[in-house]
């Protein structure tokens, strides 16, 4: 949500310092910001929570910010703990573009991760935008990845950021600090290019991750846990069920949840070879399954993004069901919600039933948003036309 592939990446030096010693790099983070859009006035805080959070980080750890916001001031950020004390520098200028763009994205991926000075042991994606689950550009009212509003309304679709994932370096966690997120079909697409993915299945609170206090875990692999836990925290202890709630005082709760990738094609097999051979009253079960997109009826980009699990408890038998729980569970090794979260459509709305990852349910199988649906990797890896979808 491309067009060729990103240079040879070459890994073949260490980046060096003046002025005090610091350990040699083992760990590179980029923050991918496509801010050109409503969210525009969002970065500032988070860039500020990253700052802190860098004055207590490895120098080890070299953190980068890509920041687009709409304005000509288009640039690429690098931060690094030096001594205890944050240095911060700009290490390009790019100008007005597209930032969602494939060659634009590209640009910037190579700019960090094939740069030689920057060679590292492990490396980890945060993209921060716009988002709306699988759902491919342009069907009506769609966003995938991302959204640039500089020159018209720009998406990317998954595809898109596959190939580019794929001219990357492997990944430790990818994140997405952006809505609806949390998909089996979007973290089954990415599996191949990361060990953990970290998303929220339903919409992120107005201030985004807590990236002060999820900073340490940042630094560290295979800390995806723990740095949902840390970002859970952050929010659960301003939790007020949303009374008073503002983009300062963030009262109204948060869902997050992380995978492990390396559990999803195992579960994808179980799934298949337990679901049933039949049809189901698709409008039954979307009534009866947790929805976490609480903008049906509301608003016309609704796409229902409903609970996985509840999904397959609706399906199976319960001995099967418990099975197929054990593996679900292997999957996830983090998830956690307050006992409401927010809807900038409807307020506060409960979370009681929901257990972290989403699953599309077709409102018709012969509709648009099916159609595409079956061309992603998880309809065929979980036997779904066994339902008839």
């Known amino acids: 949500m491309l067009v060729g592939c990103l240079s040879l990446f070459l890994f073949s030096a260490c980046e060096k310092e003046d002025g005090p010693s610091v350990e040699p790099v083992e760990r590179v983070v980029l923050m991918y910001i ?47 703990n030096v001594g205890g004390k944050v240095q911060e520098e700009i290490v390009k200028e790019y100008g007005d573009r597209n930032s969602v763009g494939v060659e634009e994205t590209q640009e910037v991926f190579n700019d960090v991760f094939g740069n030689p000075a920057y060679q590292a042991q492990s490396y980890g994606l945060i993209y921060w935008s716009h988002c709306d689950g699988w759902i491919p550009y342009p069907l009506p009212s769609s966003r995938w990845i991302g959204q640039d509003r500089g020159d018209g309304d720009n998406r990317m679709n998954l595809s898109d950021f596959k190939e580019i994932l794929a001219a990357a370096p492997h990944l430790d966690f990818l994140m997405f600090d952006a809505c609806f997120m949390q998909s089996i079909e979007v973290a ?24 002060d206090a999820i900073m340490p875990y940042l630094a560290q692999v295979g800390a995806s846990a723990a740095m949902a836990g840390a970002y859970f925290k952050a929010y659960d202890a301003m939790y007020n069920g949303g009374i008073g709630i503002s983009n300062t005082n963030w009262t109204g709760g948060t869902s997050i949840c992380a995978l492990s990738t390396s559990a999803l094609e195992s579960l994808a097999a179980l799934t ?21 997109d609480q903008r049906s009826g509301w608003d016309e980009s609704y796409i229902g993004y409903h609970d996985w699990a509840q999904m397959m408890q609706a399906l199976l038998s ?39 990852v989403t699953h599309y349910i077709p409102e018709s199988v012969a509709s648009p948003r099916a159609e595409a649906y079956r061309s992603l990797e998880w309809y065929g890896a979980a036997g779904l036309s066994k339902l008839g979808w």
């Not at 687009?68 to 640039?75: A, K, L, P, S």
């Not at 953990?196 to 919409?203: G, V, W």
């Not at 298949?272 to 976490?292: G, I, K």
Request: zero cysteines; hydrophobic letters at 35%; a negative charge.
């Open 34 to 80: 496509a801010g050109d859009n409503s969210l525009s006035s969002f970065p500032g805080r988070d860039l500020d929570e990253v700052r802190a959070g860098m004055a207590g980080a490895p120098s080890s750890l070299l953190y980068f910010a890509y920041v687009d916001t709409g304005d000509d001031d288009v640039r690429l950020l690098k931060f690094r």
């Open 188 to 211: 089954y697409e990415l599996r191949d290019y990361t060990d953990y993915y970290i998303a929220s299945p339903t919409e992120t609170p107005g201030p985004g991750a807590p990236y």
């Open 272 to 292: 298949a070879q337990l679901m049933p051979t039949e049809e189901v009253d698709l409008y039954a079960l979307r009534e009866e399954v947790f929805d976490y």
């Open 318 to 356: 319960e001995a099967d069901y418990a099975t197929w729980r054990q593996a679900y569970d292997d999957a996830v090794v983090y998830w956690n919600t307050t006992p409401k979260n927010y809807s900038a459509v409807v307020g506060m709305f409960s979370m009681e039933g929901a257990n972290g």
